[in-house]
């Protein structure tokens, strides 16, 4: 199921450890300069070729695409 999560969503899912995965998909100098904490880089580019997807068909996972702060 894709959906999009509100912020509040989101630090609810990370503060109860629902999440197995939390991807950053901008591009790594982005992600370099800054990140949500515990986020992973996933370049969307990457992610289009299916390239670093966890294995897993039923885990939980989040994608963002613009700046935390």
């Not at 197995?20 to 580019?45: N, Q, T, V, W, Y």
């Amino acid at each position: 199921m894709i959906r999009e999560l509100t912020r509040d969503e989101l630090k609810q899912a990370l503060d109860s450890g629902a999440l197995d995965h939390l991807f950053d998909a901008r591009s790594e100098d982005a992600f370099e300069k800054s990140h949500i904490k515990g986020a992973e880089s996933l370049p969307a580019e990457q992610v289009e070729r299916g390239v670093g997807l966890p294995q897993r068909k039923d885990a939980a996972i989040v994608f963002y695409c613009t700046d935390p702060g």
